[in-house]
């Protein structure tokens, strides 16, 4: 008489279990790790309409910041009207070591296409912005040893109210100006700045500001 045991079948259904388990925790591991994917990708591309205004007076009290200390006979271009410039080149006053006042070497603030969004009317990165641009602050601007550093993504195209036609749309004296403008006008810097962002329901929020500066003979 052959005995049989319960054992195997016993064991039998701890695998299935076992598998099972283990298939149930991949699957949860997967969920979970495409819900921090998913929310992950929310939290980057959209913005509240604070966060989006703090980035804007942030990024304005940079520039301004930089340019404060910037020789105005060093501007490159001279950014009057009728168009102004949206990317200047400057010499700024620093203290060496011995506390002396000494002028730097080349630096610049440029506004550029983002890289993944060509200007040509499309949104090629799928961010929600058309034709978005950054700002980089340049130092030793030109030379061997240039540096680049990344202030901002998210420029508007064009300044609030303006577009390329060659009329000033906008009313502020400069034409088809772009959203970084700067303009000097009786030694005193105008910085206009218009960023954009996509905001929870998928809308395009834009704001803008005016700092203006005196600058430094
Ligand atoms: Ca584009
Ligand atoms: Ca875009
Ligand atoms: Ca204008």
Sequence with gaps: MVRRTSLPREAGLTTIELVAAIVFVS????????????TGTVTK????????????HRVAAQISEEL????VDTLDPVPEQPLGASTLTYERAEIDMTGRIVWSTPRSIELVPATDDPEDGIDNDRD????????????NAGLENEQRSLLTTGVASFLAGESENVIDDNGNELFDERGLSFELRDGV???????QARDAEG?????????AIRMRN
């Design 68 to 71: 404060l200390q910037a020789r």
């Design 128 to 139: 929600g912005l058309v034709d978005e641009h950054d700002i980089w602050l340049v130092r």
């Design 27 to 38: 699957i949860t591991v997967v969920v979970g790790v495409r819900a921090i994917m998913v």
């Design 189 to 195: 810097m105008l910085i206009r700045l218009t960023m």
């Design 203 to 211: 809308e395009v929020a834009s704001r803008t500001c005016e700092t």
């Design 45 to 56: 591309q959209t913005v509240s309409s604070s966060q989006l205004e703090q980035r804007l």
